[in-house]
């Protein structure tokens, strides 16, 4: 943390981020994120999906680097939530929120151990 992050932690001069504005509907393979959820578009998000999506708060992942912790929807329930109806929306949602997985961490770089003389 670097001397001014810890000068606007000290002084609570944090801003909690606004929500990006409605966008259009993300490509093939973009990410989309709620909160500590994302998942990638497959192919079969309809117009109307994407609507309830930002209007849950879903929004595309437009900024890159991201470094960000994010637990993963799965890809087979995702595809569920693309095949379902307009009302089967909600549960299949919640399932795919409760069955998410995070991100595994990259590996750590370590440096090895300098043998020493005594």
């Known amino acids: 943390m670097g001397a001014f992050d810890g000068f606007r932690t000290l002084f609570k001069i944090r801003h909690e981020r ?4 409605r ?6 393979g ?3 994120y709620l909160h500590d959820v994302r998942m990638t578009v497959q192919a079969g998000l309809s117009d109307e999906l994407w609507d309830w999506l930002q209007e ?10 991201d470094r960000r912790r994010y637990r993963d929807l799965p890809r087979s329930i995702v595809a569920q939530l693309y095949d379902a109806e307009r009302d089967e929306w909600r549960p ?7 069955e998410s997985s995070k991100r595994p961490a990259g590996a750590v770089a370590t440096r090895p151990l300098r043998a020493t003389s005594s």
């Open 92 to 98: 299949i949602l919640k399932l795919a929120i409760r």
């Open 18 to 21: 606004s929500r990006p504005p």
């Open 56 to 65: 849950l708060g879903f929004r595309e992942i437009t900024f890159s680097p």
């Open 30 to 32: 973009a990410r989309i």
């Open 23 to 28: 966008g259009p509907k993300p490509k093939l």
